[in-house]
Antibody, heavy 124, light 106 residues
Framework: QVQLVQSGAEVKKPGASVKVSCKAS????????IHWVRQAPGQRLEWMGW????????KYSQKFQGRITITRDTSASTAFMELSSLRSEDTAIYYC?????????????????WGQGTLVTVSS | DIQMTQSPSTLSASVGDRVTITCRAS??????LAWYQQKPGKAPNLLIY???SLESGVPSRFSGSGSGTEFTLTISSLQPDDFATYYC????????FGQGTKVEIK
């Protein structure tokens, strides 16, 4: 069965960076894009960006451009999301999610499997 | 960016009730709309895509309709497991979510 398993909770100081991992299993990692979505306390879900797991192409939300880097390691079936210059407003649960359509790398996606979420707390 | 607005924000209902949640897009998104259910401490779970297509394994009491800018999610007979928060998401242009509708016990 498809599973996305994320790394554990992180506590970071303002200005630092955080890197969250997402290990995929139960399907061929390179057939579906992996997206990152976050949810701040009491806020709506917010799409951050995606990576084409086959060729490493990425697309980021303009809101995070310049601060976010999404990478992948195909040998480990794992995607990574790094967010830099952290501020208190970045305190949130960060989810990875699988694009529902194989071999689709267009400009609109929905998500059929999600990781369990990683809480990132930014506090001095 | 396409904005998504759900109503109501909170809905109080009883087991067996028919429940309807509305989602409006700031511009036409054709039928590129998905619905998710989220329970506390859990990731969202896909219910419906392309406005009305039921995801595999989702009970048939869930249904979706609409096109353009107005969409609805209906639960035909609310079950105890359905008390949760529901989100719509447009995927006409990348992805944006509604603010959520919490379905609570009346």
């Amino acid at each position: 069965q498809v599973q996305l398993v994320q790394s554990g909770a992180e506590v970071k100081k303002p200005g630092a960076s955080v890197k969250v991992s997402c290990k995929a299993s139960g399907y061929t990692f390179t057939t579906n894009a992996i997206h990152w979505v976050r949810q701040a306390p009491g806020q709506r879900l917010e799409w951050m960006g995606w990576i084409n797991a086959a060729n490493d192409n990425t697309k980021y939300s303009q809101k995070f451009q310049g601060r976010i880097t999404i990478t992948r390691d195909t040998s480990a079936s794992t995607a990574f999301m790094e967010l830099s210059s952290l501020r208190s407003e970045d305190t949130a649960i960060y989810y990875c999610a699988r694009d529902s359509v194989a071999y689709y790398y267009g400009s609109g996606s929905f998500f059929d499997y999600w990781g369990q979420g990683t809480l990132v707390t930014v506090s001095s | 960016d396409i904005q998504m607005t759900q109503s109501p924000s909170t809905l109080s209902a009883s087991v067996g009730d028919r429940v309807t949640i509305t989602c409006r897009a700031s511009q036409s998104i054709s039928r590129w709309l998905a619905w998710y259910q989220q329970k506390p401490g859990k990731a969202p779970n896909l219910l419906i895509y392309k406005a009305s297509s039921l995801e595999s394994g989702v009970p048939s009491r869930f249904s979706g309709s609409g096109s353009g800018t107005e969409f609805t999610l209906t639960i035909s007979s609310l079950q105890p497991d359905d008390f949760a928060t529901y989100y719509c998401q447009q995927y006409s242009s990348y992805a944006t979510f509604g603010q959520g509708t919490k379905v609570e016990i009346k």
